[in-house]
């Protein structure tokens, strides 16, 4: 299966159904009144996590998705259908990116983890909604608002407790398939790893997920070879397990070259604890090497091991679960934006801005007063007359005086205009 761990999409929630104006025309029913039915909701486009699924594969030739839009209202009071929601299946680890704000909004990292990404539009209101003792044969109705549009980054970040790190054929692949059920690839040429691979390890009662990532070499975090691709991978990881070829010609040299790329890639990786093995101690310059690197970093416990025959893992397992169980999860927000602190946030929606545009040009701007202008059909004057009293309601007049907006001054909210009256001149 290809690896696929980032793919681009437009995502449109449906648009509400209309609601209408009608009335019952019926022969025994002279008095029959308003009958004009609610328009029905537009589906919303939801992220779920989806356990059968390791790779965005099913969404790479994806352009855009799109939910229905909910069906208009109709006679006889009846509602128009609201759509179903598009659900996205996707693997867990999954995070969404909204292009225009640059930012998480979503981060898929448990089993049950479900997201509406983009809210459908609500259906509007027929004439039957409308109906009062005050009045009982209403003429007019609300159109539906629009479903949500985003230009969205789909990327996948593995969930993973420990990450293999080291430069090419140094050992980590075998590693893997020698302490879980994972079987990578395994050859004697470098990059053989050519995508993550996972898995499963048990150490006694406990287990823990490690992740095998394609060999990095010098310049990684600037887009050398593989390992920059997957890098990112590692930002989920709370431990690594850092593999160093002691039959190599320098591994310290090695060591030293990968946690270099560690630091320099964003999301403080060079902190993430370490778990130094010294792999490969039956080859002929293995211990001189060893006595080099302990010389070198005195401070540093080293692990040695041969991967080959599963020799010496078993403390290093051991000493990789007691370190998880004392180390927290990682903040699951973008690592890159130190000043993201919450992934999912509701805000009190704004009620309007005022803009002053300059040549008696004014424009207002609002989540609210943006609602009640989609939800409005200016083809009927009714429904102008409950905007203009909605207006009113919420003292656009008042802030346009404050502003300095004065009479026969020009004023916008989306494309429509409306000569600014002010009673008190």
Same mark, same amino acid.
């Given at each position: 299966?290809?690896?696929?761990?980032k793919? *681009?999409?437009?995502?449109?929630?449906?648009?509400?159904?209309?609601?209408?104006?009608?009335?019952?025309?019926?022969?025994?029913?002279?008095?029959?009144?308003?009958?004009?039915?609610?328009?029905?909701?537009?589906?919303?486009?939801?992220?779920?996590?989806?356990?059968?699924?390791?790779?965005?594969? @099913?969404?790479?030739?994806?352009?855009m998705?799109?939910?229905?839009?909910?069906?208009?209202?109709?006679?006889?009071?009846?509602?128009?259908?609201?759509?179903?929601?598009? #659900?996205?299946? =996707?693997?867990?680890?999954?995070?969404?990116?909204?292009?225009? &704000?640059?930012?998480?909004?979503?981060?898929?990292?448990?089993?049950?983890?479900?997201?509406v990404?983009?809210?459908?539009?609500?259906?509007?209101? %027929?004439?039957?909604?409308?109906?009062? /003792?005050?009045?009982?044969?209403?003429?007019?109705?609300?159109?539906?608002?629009?479903?949500? $549009?985003?230009?969205?980054?789909? $990327?996948? *970040?593995?969930?993973?407790?420990?990450?293999?790190?080291? &430069?090419? +054929?140094? %050992?980590?692949?075998?590693?893997? /398939?020698?302490?879980?059920?994972?079987?990578?690839?395994?050859?004697?040429?470098?990059?053989?790893?050519?995508?993550?691979?996972?898995?499963?390890?048990?150490? %006694?009662?406990? +287990?823990?997920?490690?992740a095998?990532l394609?060999? &990095?070499i010098?310049?990684?975090?600037?887009?050398?070879?593989?390992?920059?691709?997957?890098?990112k991978?590692?930002?989920?990881?709370?431990?690594?397990?850092?593999?160093?070829?002691?039959?190599?010609?320098?591994?310290?040299?090695?060591?030293?070259?990968?946690?270099?790329?560690?630091?320099?890639?964003?999301?403080?990786?060079?902190?993430?604890?370490?778990?130094?093995?010294?792999?490969?101690?039956?080859?002929?310059?293995?211990?001189?090497?060893?006595?080099?690197?302990?010389?070198?970093?005195?401070? #540093?416990?080293?692990?040695?091991?041969?991967?080959?025959?599963?020799?010496? &893992?078993?403390? =290093?397992?051991?000493?990789?679960?007691?370190?998880?169980?004392?180390?927290?999860?990682?903040?699951?927000?973008d690592?890159?934006?130190?000043?993201t602190?919450?992934?999912?946030?509701?805000?009190?929606?704004?009620?309007?801005?005022?803009?002053?545009?300059?040549?008696?040009?004014?424009?207002?701007?609002?989540? *609210?007063?943006?609602?009640l202008?989609?939800n409005?059909?200016?083809? @009927?004057?009714?429904?102008?007359?409950?905007? /203009?009293?909605?207006?009113?309601?919420?003292?656009?007049?008042?802030?346009?005086?404050?502003?300095?907006?004065?009479?026969?001054?020009?004023?916008?909210?989306?494309?429509?205009?409306?000569?600014?009256?002010?009673?008190?001149?």
């Open positions: 299966m290809q690896f696929i761990d793919v *681009k999409l437009k995502l449109k929630a449906g648009n509400g159904g209309n609601g209408i104006v009608a009335f019952k025309r019926e022969k025994y029913n002279p008095l029959g009144g308003p009958s004009g039915g609610d328009g029905g909701n537009g589906g919303s486009i939801i992220f779920k996590v989806d356990t059968n699924k390791s790779t965005l594969l @099913d969404l790479r030739y994806s352009k998705i799109r939910a229905q839009d909910g069906e208009n209202g109709k006679g006889n009071s009846m509602y128009g259908a609201s759509r179903d929601d598009v #659900i996205v299946k =996707v693997p867990l680890g999954t995070i969404v990116k909204d292009i225009a &704000l640059d930012e998480v909004i979503a981060d898929l990292n448990t089993l049950d983890s479900q997201v990404i983009c809210q459908g539009g609500k259906g509007g209101k %027929g004439n039957y909604h409308f109906k009062s /003792s005050r009045n009982n044969a209403p003429d007019f109705c609300t159109l539906g608002t629009p479903g949500e $549009e985003r230009d969205v980054i789909i $990327e996948l *970040k593995l969930l993973a407790d420990v990450g293999l790190v080291g &430069l090419p +054929s140094v %050992g980590k692949s075998t590693l893997l /398939s020698v302490v879980s059920n994972a079987r990578p690839e395994i050859a004697d040429y470098p990059f053989t790893t050519l995508k993550p691979q996972l898995g499963m390890v048990k150490v %006694g009662d406990s +287990s823990f997920v490690m095998d394609p060999g &990095l010098e310049g990684a975090s600037e887009g050398r070879g593989l390992g920059h691709e997957f890098l991978h590692i930002e989920r990881c709370r431990l690594i397990i850092h593999v160093l070829d002691m039959g190599h010609e320098d591994p310290i040299n090695d060591f030293e070259v990968i946690n270099e790329e560690l630091k320099r890639y964003p999301g403080n990786l060079g902190d993430r604890p370490q778990i130094v093995l010294a792999n490969k101690m039956d080859l002929d310059n293995a211990e001189e090497n060893l006595k080099a690197f302990k010389e070198k970093y005195p401070d #540093i416990e080293v692990f040695e091991a041969i991967t080959l025959i599963n020799e010496g &893992l078993m403390p =290093v397992l051991y000493k990789a679960n007691e370190m998880l169980k004392e180390l927290p999860q990682f903040p699951l927000y690592t890159h934006k130190t000043d602190k919450v992934v999912y946030k509701y805000e009190e929606p704004k009620q309007f801005d005022i803009y002053n545009e300059g040549n008696g040009v004014w424009r207002i701007e609002g989540d *609210k007063i943006e609602r202008f989609l409005t059909n200016f083809q @009927d004057d009714d429904s102008v007359l409950r905007f /203009s009293r909605a207006l009113s309601k919420m003292k656009v007049d008042e802030a346009l005086r404050e502003r300095g907006c004065k009479n026969g001054d020009q004023v916008f909210i989306h494309d429509y205009s409306f000569d600014f009256m002010d009673e008190d001149e």
